[in-house]
């Protein structure tokens, strides 16, 4: 059973930064692919970035693309964000999620394993 653990939300001002982080349990988290999701109240949980298990391949949303980098260290079981040039529209709960199913990387029912979440607020 794999759990996940996310840290580093908070609020920032409008063009700031912040890097969250996502630390897994297990010994397996080197082969598997890992996720970034956020959910803004009111709104449907939205795809942010993934990345795959080696860590070679990256994908963003259209959203953030250019402002956000997904990363990892398998020898930490963790995962980050980074994220830069923060919007308002950027505040919600970001999530971390293992990929679970084949098929696309930007789709929310193909991961799993879901962390508790951690606030963003991004200030105007």
């Known amino acids: 059973q794999v759990q996940l653990v996310e840290s580093g939300g908070g609020l920032v001002q409008a063009g700031g930064s912040l890097s969250l982080s996502c630390a897994a349990s297990?010994?397996?988290?080197?082969?598997?692919?890992m996720g970034w999701f956020r959910q803004a109240p009111g709104k449907e949980r939205e795809f942010v970035a993934a990345?795959?298990?080696?860590?070679?391949?990256?994908y963003y949303g259209d959203s953030v693309k250019g402002r956000f980098t997904i990363s990892r260290d398998n020898a930490k079981n963790t995962v980050y964000l980074q994220m830069s040039s923060l919007k308002p529209e950027d505040t919600a709960v970001y999530y971390c999620?293992?990929?679970?199913?084949?098929?696309?990387?930007?789709?929310?029912?193909?991961?799993?394993?879901w962390g508790q979440g951690t606030q963003v607020t991004v200030s105007s």
């Open positions: 999620a293992r990929k679970i199913a084949g098929g696309s990387y930007y789709q929310v029912p193909n991961f799993g394993s």
């Open positions: 297990g010994r397996s988290f080197s082969s598997y692919a």
């Open positions: 990345i795959s298990s080696s860590g070679a391949a990256t």
